[in-house]
Nanobody, 117 residues
């Protein structure tokens, strides 16, 4: 089991910035992927960005050039720097952890991001 604790989020004006952070604890293995998904009301949960322990990143097209994901392997943390935020970025953001040995990924409790126009 891997536990994820998120911090950050909140209310920001369009064009502003926010930073989300997530700390993982528990049965962490060297081969893993961490990242962020989001879910807006009435919509399915969608990928925002992921990063493997080795470094390769993956971003949703809608956030490329505005969001940057990073991780600290020594601390088992992942962060998401969100710049040039838009109202359509408003959602609950969930931290994500997965490895080849897990049947299902682990999820954080979610943190609300609201971008006012």
């Amino acid at each position: 089991q891997v536990q994820l604790v998120e911090s950050g989020g909140g209310l920001v004006q369009a064009g502003g910035s926010l930073r989300l952070s997530c700390a993982a604890s528990g049965s962490i293995v060297n081969t893993n992927t961490m990242g962020w998904y989001r879910q807006a009301p009435g919509k399915q949960r969608e990928l925002v960005a992921t990063v493997t322990r080795g470094g390769p990143t993956n971003y949703a097209n809608s956030v490329k050039g505005r969001f940057t994901i990073s991780r600290d392997n020594a601390k088992n943390t992942v962060s998401l720097q969100m710049n040039s935020l838009k109202p359509e970025d408003s959602a609950v953001y969930y931290c994500y952890y997965n490895s080849p040995w897990m049947n299902n990924p682990s999820w954080g409790q979610g943190t609300q991001v609201t971008v006012a126009s």
